[in-house]
């Protein structure tokens, strides 16, 4: 049988984790393995300084005091009779679309999956005022799951699916958005008149593209973008290496005192 491993960065016990298991009960074995507490916004973190615990909540379902990225090591590490045959992570309470997929923790889950060899996916929901209905996006994901194990990506290759809200009426292959994001440091004092922090959005424009995900969201689209680790600019090889052919060692002195 084969083997699913199923994560998120909103807890073990979200709903969006819970009908994303129970969708992919007909492909496999699902075990899920995910965060004690909530850990979005982790991105890719990977807990180096502190031992984590594992704990068996129920049958196939386990909580680790740490990020995403820490769950799925632990997971093929120690609760896993075998590798996985898929690594599938969400559904996310919101959507990890365009820039955002840096911060993301949901998408890290599926991120770590392909860098140690695995199928993978991130599953997202835009977020609603209202009542969470998860059915509509389990579904996109058992359906691209089935595809992905009888169809693997290339090595390193993992989908960032996103969906709409109400039924889905559609699928498009799309790019990442870009937008020009700017933060806000919001400085308030405490009861003791000691600072402290909240960080804030104080911009978020979205740059046009017809192929983009945050495009196909708009239109009502499930929006699926292959990525991958390698953060390299390609385009820029050529750029960089011009920079750089003049530098020797004796470029990399230390430099004297400034008068």
């Known amino acids: 049988m084969r083997r699913i491993l199923v994560t998120n960065d909103d807890g073990y016990f979200s709903p969006g984790i819970i009908a994303l298991g129970r969708a992919l009960e007909p ?22 300084r502190r031992p984590l615990r594992l704990e068996q909540v129920s049958e196939h379902v386990y909580a680790v005091d740490g990020t995403p990225t820490d769950c799925v ?8 009779d075998g590798r996985p045959d898929l690594v599938v992570s969400g559904i996310n309470r919101g959507l990890n679309i365009g820039d955002d997929v840096t911060y993301s923790g949901t998408v890290a889950g599926a991120l770590e999956g392909a860098l140690l060899g695995y199928q993978a996916m991130a599953v997202s929901l835009k977020s609603t005022p209202g009542e969470w209905d998860f059915e ?20 390193r290759t993992f989908l960032n699916v996103n969906v709409p809200l109400g039924p889905v009426t559609g699928i498009r292959v ?31 424009e979205w ?12 239109d009502g689209l499930v929006s699926v973008t292959p990525l991958q ?3 390299t600019d390609h385009k820029a090889l050529t750029l960089v290496d011009g920079m750089t052919r003049g530098l020797v060692p004796a470029s990399f002195a230390k430099a004297g005192p400034t008068s």
């Open 174 to 204: 799309t790019v990442q958005a870009k937008r020009n994001h700017i933060t806000q440091v919001d400085r308030r004092l405490d009861p003791r008149q000691r600072p402290y922090f909240w960080i804030e959005e104080a911009m978020d």
């Open 136 to 155: 509509p996006a389990a579904g996109v994901a058992r359906a691209l799951a089935a595809i992905l194990l009888e169809k693997p990506l290339p090595n």
């Open 27 to 48: 492909l496999g074995r699902v075990t899920i393995v995910a965060p004690q507490t909530e850990a979005s916004a982790v991105g890719h973190a990977l807990t180096l």
């Open 73 to 80: 090591n632990i997971a093929i590490d120690e609760v896993l």
């Open 207 to 218: 740059e046009p593209h017809d192929q983009s995900d945050r495009q196909a969201i708009a």
């Open 229 to 231: 680790p390698d953060l």
